[in-house]
């Protein structure tokens, strides 16, 4: 059904580019939300596309919340588990960001679309998993028996804190450990798709010092809702 609903989507693209509608719409997603909902429609599962519209793959309230956020950071620091069109709209809105990927062919990809843009801000790094049982999984069909450990733990390879972390990639829960030990202070998680209850799950074991945003509506390429949390981490105490 996925495969039937894409393909109608992108043959639906087509005949609009050859009609000069297509043109109309990318017009009008450069002047109103809805206008950028309507015509992200249309890259659903097109990564050129969506890289074109230049938003990321999150509930765009969650968008809100981040670009705000960024604009009261001008050097803020930014790391992200899952790299794609939200790299290259971060690369815009801070002065650094770290970039961990488990796919050496997506992260190739990447990495041209970083060069061809000179955006010499993001650090990519490809870290595959290992296959063998035990340490960190993933829940995500087809990554059975895949040790995710040095993924996760690939922030350890980039110094300092970071004013936000996003999680957006492959075992998300053990990736939301390791983001809280080097958060900055009064910075912000962004984790998607927390539809699924494991990701609900993971973040409400940490318990009621996190402040936590559901957000819940309208997200860039889906015709249906989907939900982004954005976590915030009271500020550290100073002791007298």
Same mark, same amino acid.
């Given at each position: 059904?996925?495969?039937?609903?894409?393909?109608?989507?992108?043959? &639906?693209?087509?005949?609009?580019?050859?009609?000069?509608?297509?043109? =109309?719409?990318?017009?009008?997603? *450069?002047?109103?939300?809805?206008?950028? $909902? =309507?015509?992200?429609?249309?890259?659903?599962y097109?990564?050129?596309?969506?890289?074109?519209? /230049?938003?990321? $793959?999150?509930?765009?309230?969650?968008?809100?919340?981040?670009?705000?956020?960024?604009?009261?950071?001008?050097?803020?620091? =930014?790391?992200? $588990?899952?790299?794609?069109?939200?790299?290259?709209?971060?690369a815009?809105?801070?002065?650094?960001?770290?970039?961990?990927?488990?796919?050496?062919?997506w @992260? @190739?990809?990447?990495?041209?679309?970083?060069?061809?843009?000179?955006?010499?801000? =993001?650090? &990519?790094?490809?870290?595959?998993?290992?296959?063998?049982?035990?340490?960190?999984?993933?829940?995500?069909?087809?990554?059975? *028996?895949?040790?995710?450990?040095?993924?996760?733990?690939?922030?350890?390879?980039?110094?300092?804190?970071f004013?936000?972390?996003?999680?957006? /990639?492959?075992?998300?829960?053990?990736?939301?450990?390791?983001?809280?030990?080097?958060?900055?202070?009064? *910075?912000?998680?962004?984790?998607?798709?927390?539809?699924? !209850?494991?990701?609900?799950? !993971?973040i409400?074991? &940490?318990?009621?010092?996190?402040?936590?945003? $559901?957000?819940?509506?309208?997200?860039?390429?889906?015709?249906?809702?989907?939900?982004?949390?954005?976590?915030?981490v009271?500020?550290?105490?100073?002791?007298?």
């Amino acid at each position: 059904m996925k495969r039937l609903y894409v393909w109608s989507v992108h043959t &639906l693209r087509s005949v609009l580019a050859a009609t000069g509608v297509l043109a =109309v719409l990318d017009r009008a997603a *450069g002047r109103s939300r809805s206008g950028l $909902w =309507v015509r992200s429609l249309l890259a659903v599962y097109d990564a050129d596309d969506m890289f074109r519209l /230049g938003v990321p $793959w999150w509930t765009f309230d969650a968008i809100d919340v981040v670009d705000d956020f960024l604009r009261t950071r001008p050097r803020a620091r =930014v790391l992200e $588990w899952g790299s794609g069109a939200s790299t290259l709209w971060l690369a815009t809105r801070a002065a650094a960001v770290a970039s961990i990927e488990h796919d050496a062919a997506w @992260g @190739g990809r990447m990495a041209r679309e970083l060069s061809a843009r000179d955006l010499d801000n =993001v650090h &990519l790094l490809v870290v595959e998993p290992r296959r063998g049982p035990g340490g960190v999984t993933s829940a995500k069909p087809g990554f059975a *028996g895949l040790d995710f450990t040095a993924y996760a733990d690939a922030i350890d390879r980039v110094d300092g804190e970071f004013d936000l972390i996003v999680i957006d /990639g492959r075992a998300r829960e053990a990736c939301l450990v390791r983001a809280l030990d080097r958060l900055a202070d009064g *910075g912000l998680i962004l984790f998607d798709n927390v539809d699924r !209850a494991r990701y609900r799950d !993971a973040i409400e074991a &940490l318990g009621t010092r996190l402040h936590v945003t $559901w957000t819940r509506g309208v997200t860039p390429s889906l015709p249906y809702p989907t939900r982004t949390a954005v976590i915030a981490v009271p500020r550290r105490e100073v002791s007298a």
